[in-house]
T-cell receptor
């Protein structure tokens, strides 16, 4: 069965610092991969997605993620974090042709000025 | 504006008193889904619907019902709520089986005493 692991429950960074949020998945083939962000009191918003092709994908708000098949990872990165990036981030995986999206448990990002 | 609308945003009720959380989308999406979000557990799927009159169980369907009589609406029904259903609920929708991203509502925080 497919699963998603986000090993970091809570991350704190200073504004302007770089960021990497980890995501590992378990699935027999290449899944569809997503990163969503949830601001306080809001629903989830798609940051970026990977289906196939270039393994480095660009998303909104200056985020990018890299798919590494050998490590079963899809880590989210941002070169310079802004205070408005403080939120909870969810990695999600969907097996091909299943319409079943599995979410990780989330990583809460705190940004200090 | 394209959106998924959930009502109410907050709901406090007592054990056993039937309730309905409404969800409506204005994007003509075929696929709709309900999730619950609990600390440390991420989002777990309750029920989903591929189209009108087609519904399927997700990972945690016990204690919930849904219906899809119209394409735009997908209400979540708790016939006899219990305290373990206290949670944050999200409705989401997307186009059909093309792995397009989910659009989320802003959530309904339910407390069952």
């Amino acid at each position: 069965a497919q699963s998603v692991t986000q090993p970091d429950i809570h991350i704190t960074v200073s504004e302007g610092a770089s960021l990497e949020l980890r995501c590992n998945y378990s699935y027999g083939a290449t899944p569809y991969l997503f990163w969503y962000v949830q601001s306080p009191g809001q629903g989830l918003q798609l940051l970026l997605k990977y289906f196939s092709g270039d393994t480095l994908v660009q998303g909104i708000k200056g985020f990018e993620a890299e798919f590494k098949r050998s490590q079963s990872s899809f880590n989210l990165r941002k070169p310079s974090v802004h205070w408005s990036d403080a939120a909870e981030y969810f990695c999600a995986v969907e097996a091909y042709n299943t319409d079943k999206l599995i979410f990780g448990t989330g990583t809460r990002l705190q940004v200090f000025p | 504006e394209a959106q998924v609308t959930q009502n109410p945003r907050y709901l406090i009720t007592v054990t056993g008193k039937k309730l309905t959380v409404t969800c409506s989308q204005n994007m003509n999406h075929e696929y709709m889904s309900w999730y619950r979000q609990d600390p440390g557990l991420g989002l777990r799927q309750i029920y989903y619907s591929m189209n009108v009159e087609v519904t399927d169980k997700g990972d945690v369907p016990e204690g919930y019902k849904v219906s899809r009589k119209e394409k735009r609406n997908f209400p979540l029904i708790l016939e006899s709520p219990s305290p373990n259903q206290t949670s944050l609920y999200f409705c989401a929708s997307r186009m059909g089986q093309d792995n397009s991203p989910l659009h989320f509502g802003n959530g309904t925080r339910l407390t069952v005493t």
